[in-house]
């Protein structure tokens, strides 16, 4: 049997994705106002808060300017999704900070992820999968440079008390299948990486050592065998040095984010969508390091969730 590829891992949970849009129109008309439409004020107020900034400090107008793509992005995906349902329109306001420069648009981007993880339990499954790739959105911006975080780290991931759905079993599986081939990952590129990465890389190896356990005791707890991890993976490219170490886990790190993204667009359950939603924050906050650390741009993945190519 040959190696699984990233891509392999991932195939089938895209596929699965692409018909949630399509149920997503069946939902049915509603009276009350779009809570969404709040966040799309708020990313558009935000994004040009950071062109302001971008323009009036060249010292921070790369960080600036990667903050109002980012925003901008946000903005345009939420108002899409407020359009498409075309709820009655209310007044809404963005929170606006007293702080100014970089201070305000940290503070801006702690709301605007604080804004989007609030909503998401509440939410139908592919508004759910879209306002957690904001939160995560925001979470990896604030691990951009020094100034906008460093922001919160959403915490271990356990297992929900309750069992989860039978409709969760086959995201929950995949998401296993992602999580043990970033544990594969993580054991690659250690023999790469210089001395000083050694607590990152055990910092990850123990995170995604939490998810895969969770992921194992979710589908035992449901009767069903949990799948093991392949013997190898081919990774996205060639390892074969520091830099191609970084990158490869800033990749495993997004396809993390894919998967448990995944899981909330194919599940109700609230304590199942906290631990996707943990899950997801966590790779977008640690991808974005070992992407900023490869010198990749953008450093951060302005929603993560999407495959990456």
């Given amino acids: 049997m040959r190696p ?8 089938t949970s895209a596929l699965a994705a692409l018909a949630v849009p399509l149920a997503a129109c069946a939902t049915g008309y509603s009276d009350d106002p779009d809570p969404l439409a709040l966040l ?9 808060a950071a062109d302001e900034v971008a323009a009036a400090s060249a010292g921070d107008a790369d960080v600036a300017r990667q903050y109002s793509a980012a925003r901008t992005a946000h903005a ?4 899409y999704e407020v359009d498409r349902l075309n709820r009655p329109k209310s007044p809404v306001q963005a929170v606006v900070p007293a702080e100014q420069g970089m201070a305000g648009l940290k503070q801006r981007l702690a709301t605007a992820r604080r804004q989007a993880e609030g ?9 759910a999968g879209l306002v957690a790739a904001v939160a995560g ?6 691990r951009v440079g020094t100034k906008l975080g460093p922001g919160t780290d959403p915490g271990q991931v356990t297992a929900p008390a309750s069992t989860i759905p039978p409709e969760s079993v086959g995201p929950v599986q995949r998401a296993l299948s992602a999580e043990h081939a970033a544990l594969w990952i993580y054991g690659l590129v250690n023999a790469f ?8 890389v055990a910092e990850g190896i123990a995170e995604h050592h939490d998810r895969r356990d969770a992921c194992v005791r979710m589908l035992a707890g449901v009767g069903v065998e949990p799948q093991p991890a392949e013997p190898a993976y081919i990774t996205p490219k060639p390892v074969t040095d520091p830099t191609s170490a970084k990158s490869v886990v800033g990749i495993a ?5 894919t998967a448990w993204r995944g899981v909330l667009e194919q599940t109700d359950d609230a304590g199942l969508r906290s631990v996707a939603l943990n899950a997801l924050i966590g790779s977008a906050r640690r991808g974005t390091r070992w ?12 929603l993560p969730g999407a495959p990456q190519t």
């Fill in 4 to 11: 699984r590829t990233r891509r392999d891992v991932l195939r």
């Fill in 40 to 48: 799309a004020e708020q990313a558009r107020s935000d994004a040009a």
């Fill in 76 to 79: 345009q995906a939420l108002q």
């Fill in 119 to 127: 909503l998401v339990d509440g939410l139908p499954r592919y508004r």
């Fill in 137 to 142: 959105g925001c979470a990896g911006l604030q």
């Fill in 193 to 200: 990486l210089p001395g000083n990465y050694q607590v990152s």
């Fill in 253 to 257: 790190e997004a396809d993390a984010a």
């Fill in 291 to 302: 992407r900023e650390a490869a010198g990749e741009q953008p450093v951060a993945i302005v």
